[in-house]
């Protein structure tokens, strides 16, 4: 099984509809991230977490929300999906070494 | 902020060396970070560097120049499963040490 899991792999929905795309680590970091890759954009962080306490933006967090229910889960919310947040989205973690990042296998989210 | 400038694509042939650069523009550096990432799947880590010099892991190894803003990923021997996308990462010099993507440079390989 895949240390960092993610869930849905694959979801079409409609503008303004809610998503919630779901991680889950057994890797016992306590670093979470949240980025999207769009093509000739590369990965770009939408939010982090460095405990349950800690949540952070990252580089573009608008229209986005996070939620970290536990060491080893962290969910990205869209509230009111739009066209545009049509991307790839990777969950990651990573331990002592901070910029050695482990990813999930993606979630790719498509909004019509 | 931060600027990282990779080329978009290269071809190279079946074993063959490649080197893929990556100069960046940072207000501060904490460490530069390469990453694969095969078509559809996500990427994994190959090497990190923060001192200056040349960091070698059995067919890749990477080089960093902080006076220059330089890095380069070297490719040895290459193999047709070598053929994936290479992204160059720097960590925020901040508190938070996050990374910030370049945008990635496609490898071919040819037979």
């Known amino acids: 099984d895949a240390d960092v899991t993610q869930t849905p792999r694959n979801r079409i929905t409609k503008t303004g509809k809610r998503i919630m795309l779901e991680c889950s680590q057994t890797k016992g970091h306590d670093r979470m991230y949240w980025y999207r890759q769009d093509p000739g954009l590369g990965l770009r962080l939408i939010y982090y977490?460095?405990?349950?306490?800690?949540?952070n933006k990252g580089e573009i967090s608008d229209g986005y929300s996070v939620s970290r229910q536990a060491q080893a889960k962290f969910s990205l919310s869209l509230e009111s999906a739009i066209p545009n947040q049509t991307a790839l989205y990777f969950c990651?973690?990573?331990?002592?070494?901070?910029?050695?990042?482990?990813f999930g296998e993606g979630s790719r989210l498509t909004v019509l | 902020g931060q600027n990282i400038d990779q080329p978009t694509e290269m071809t190279a042939t079946e074993g063959a060396i490649v080197q893929i650069n990556c100069t960046y523009q940072?207000?501060?550096?904490?460490?530069l970070f390469w990453y694969q990432q095969h078509a559809g799947e996500a990427p994994t880590f190959l090497s990190y560097n923060v001192l200056d010099g040349l960091e070698e892991k059995g067919r890749f190894s990477s080089f960093l120049s902080r006076s220059k803003g330089y890095s380069y990923l070297l490719l040895k021997e290459l193999q047709m499963k070598d053929s994936a996308s290479y992204l160059c990462a720097v960590r925020d010099p901040t508190g938070a040490n996050n990374l910030f993507f370049g945008t990635g440079t496609r490898l071919t390989v040819i037979p």
């Open positions: 990651a973690t990573s331990g002592t070494r901070a910029g050695e990042l482990f």
């Open positions: 940072t207000s501060g550096f904490n460490g």
């Open positions: 977490s460095f405990d349950v306490k800690d949540i």
